[in-house]
């Protein structure tokens, strides 16, 4: 049983550069959550989508971020013209459902911007 | 406004020493609370979590944690530490509302056994 998976693990971009960000959730999971974590920091929520729906993207910058959750395939969480303050890990998390369910993390994308 | 507090950076504790790792919250109305486990480089990994019932939960790798409504605590425990349980632990709520299911996350407490 694949937990959530997630790709590319590490990536290095240069600034103005895009970066594109995959997550396929666990297997039966419905629901995926990004989040960014900084260096010596916790995880702070940026968006919220089921498929092909984006339901809470409050946490995502109003600016060169963007999030989907197609029909088919992983959800992507897209950052253009990226600047240095980027660079963080981020993480997906999926469940099944959204009450009393508990997100299960994948391995996070480390991004450095250089 | 939903918020967690884990007031330690760093806790020490010696293998087979009893650790805690303290965690308090603000929510409004009832909690739902979780611990996760990061080690280097990798993911967050689930170690247990408080929906309702007793306040005492159980979870992986000998982990516990206490709720106390009173004191909007939710202490992770365990009796015996091992030097492998050294890794940055967090602290996690949202509420039970409607429409609420986005994750607060504390800042993180790093645990270092020593052997």
């Known amino acids: 049983n694949a937990g959530v998976m997630q790709n590319p693990r590490h990536l290095v971009r240069r600034r103005g550069q895009e970066a594109r960000l995959r997550c396929s959730p666990m297997?039966?999971?419905?629901?995926v959550y990004w989040y960014r974590q900084l260096p010596e920091e916790g995880l702070k929520f940026m968006v919220y989508l089921q498929k092909e729906n984006i339901i809470d993207e409050s946490g995502m910058p109003k600016e060169r971020f963007s999030a989907e959750f197609p029909k088919e395939g992983p959800s992507i969480l897209r950052i253009q013209q990226v600047v240095r303050g980027d660079s963080a890990a981020y993480f997906c998390?999926?469940?099944?459902?959204?009450?009393?369910?508990?997100?299960?993390f994948g391995p996070g994308t480390r991004l450095l911007v250089l | 406004a939903q918020s967690v507090a884990q007031p330690e950076d760093q806790v020490n504790v010696a293998e087979g020493n009893p650790l805690t790792v303290k965690c308090t919250y603000s929510v409004s109305g009832n909690p739902y609370l979780f611990w996760y486990v990061q080690y280097p480089n990798r993911g967050l990994q689930f170690l247990l979590k408080y929906i309702t019932g007793d306040n005492l939960v159980k979870g992986s790798y000998g982990f516990e944690a206490e709720f106390n409504k009173s004191q909007t605590s939710f202490h992770l425990k365990k009796p015996s530490a091992l030097v492998s349980d050294s890794a940055l632990y967090f602290c996690?709520?949202?509420?039970?509302?409607?429409?609420?299911?986005?994750?607060?996350f504390g800042t993180g407490t790093r645990l270092k056994v020593l052997a």
């Open positions: 996690a709520v949202r509420g039970s509302t409607s429409g609420t299911y986005k994750y607060i």
């Open positions: 998390a999926s469940s099944p459902g959204q009450f009393q369910e508990t997100q299960y």
């Open positions: 297997k039966g999971h419905s629901h």
